[in-house]
């Protein structure tokens, strides 16, 4: 091994812990710049998309494989597929990763584990990779009963889908209104009649207190019956391997800088995808979670790894999600705060948008298009720049003026 990560030289050796889009990614571009590159995976099978398991768990029983989506290719990569991390070592020249089927030696290591999905009750189900769809896949349908505990992105995709293909679908919320954490209660508020309009019901403000086999148990002591529940009420970073080296920060996510770099680590491990909190001169602390983060980042890890930043240092990608839910398409774009302001664009009975603005201010923080795309398109512009957009309020609140 050499000094890599302390003296600036491309790395002869990298270890990718993590087979999905961040990972697998990141082994494919350090591999096609001439990077010696091993990657490991922990559930079996070739790299897949994960946005489909809810968006089209109905539509696409098969993986959608990244190889086919993306045109991911891994020649000159050593795959492992099946071989799980277990801990991480920095050595006085690198790293070492130790696994259940013995340890690796490299000069750098990019941790790419993603997140595993909160289950708080045995009887219930997730859908979080391949195999969870398939048991999902095959409890629902006509005349069947499906609770979702959760109105999150996933519970709200998996509520249409399901309910779509005649299954009697009850989601249940514990906060006031569905995507009350990512959106806040105000804006949450105005996707609950979408629930009615597709045959949803919908409980919010309502705890669950058990879940077993056949029945969900409310605080308020109400049961509802089913024949599936799924668990939709998050994930948590994948990080307990490297606790004993790595402590995660709050929330169990390793807190990167703007090159993806763990601190303390002189440069010999980096972290993408769902498992990092990056360092952003725009939005400050940008979370992982959302596929572009996993797609994009990559190219900053990779790039920190080689010593190939522009002059401009590394790149700031603005947070973007999307989500296909109860008949309509939304598109998010920068990172809204809990105290941010939301003004509403057009009608919420139709194609809408939402423009958050720091408090008092005409500085844009995020931008919510549903079922606008001019609107979505015009946020992805606003948020290229280094700094975060200006806009004046009266003319943000005009569904007839363009967004810029």
Not at 79 to 84: A, I, T
Not at 250 to 279: I, K, S, T, W, Y
Not at 325 to 332: P, S, T
Not at 377 to 404: K, N, Y
Request: some cysteine; proline content about 9%.
């Amino acid at each position: 091994m050499s000094a890599t990560a302390t003296s600036g030289r491309v790395p002869r050796e990298v270890v990718v812990v993590g087979a999905g889009l961040a990972g697998a990614r990141t082994a494919q571009l350090l591999a096609g710049a001439g990077v010696p590159v091993t990657l490991l995976g922990a559930e079996g099978i070739a790299p897949y998309d994960r946005p489909p398991l809810s968006k089209e768990l109905l539509t696409r029983p098969e993986p959608a494989w990244l190889s086919d989506e993306l045109g991911l290719d891994l020649d000159g990569v050593a795959v492992h597929l099946d071989r799980r991390a277990t801990g991480l070592d920095l050595t006085a020249d690198g790293v070492l990763v130790r696994t259940d089927a013995g340890p690796l030696a490299a000069d750098a290591t990019v941790v790419a584990t993603g997140s595993s999905p909160l289950r708080p009750w045995p009887d219930a189900l997730t859908l979080h990779t391949a195999a969870d769809a398939v048991r999902l896949r095959a409890a629902l349908g006509p005349g069947r009963r499906l609770v979702v505990v959760g109105a999150g992105w996933i519970g709200a995709e998996v509520a249409g889908v399901a309910a779509a293909a005649g299954t009697e679908v009850t989601v249940v919320e514990a906060a006031a209104a569905p995507l009350a954490a990512p959106l806040g209660v105000e804006v949450g508020r105005l996707t609950v009649p979408w629930y009615e309009t597709a045959g949803v019901r919908l409980l919010t403000g309502t705890k669950v207190r058990d879940v077993t086999a056949g029945r969900v148990s409310l605080e308020d002591g109400t049961v509802i019956e089913a024949d599936a529940v799924l668990a939709a009420i998050g994930v948590r970073p994948a990080t307990r391997w490297l606790a004993a080296t790595l402590p995660p920060g709050p929330g169990g996510a390793l807190e990167v800088d703007a090159a993806l770099r763990v601190p303390g680590c002189a440069g010999r491990v980096l972290a993408v995808g769902d498992v990092a909190v990056r360092a952003s001169a725009r939005h400050g602390r940008v979370p992982g979670g959302h596929w572009d983060g996993a797609l994009r980042e990559p190219e900053v890890a990779v790039a920190t790894l080689l010593g190939s930043h522009g002059p401009d240092g590394p790149a700031d990608p603005a947070p973007y999600l999307w989500s296909d839910q109860l008949g309509h398409h939304l598109a998010a774009y920068g990172l809204p705060g809990a105290n941010d302001e939301p003004v509403l664009r057009g009608d919420p009975a139709g194609p809408f948008s939402v423009v958050w603005f720091s408090p008092g201010s005409e500085v844009v923080t995020a931008v919510l298009a549903v079922d606008r795309p001019p609107d979505a398109a015009a946020a992805r512009r606003l948020f290229a720049g280094p700094a975060l957009p200006r806009l004046g309020r009266d003319s943000a609140a005009d569904p007839d003026l363009p967004l810029r």
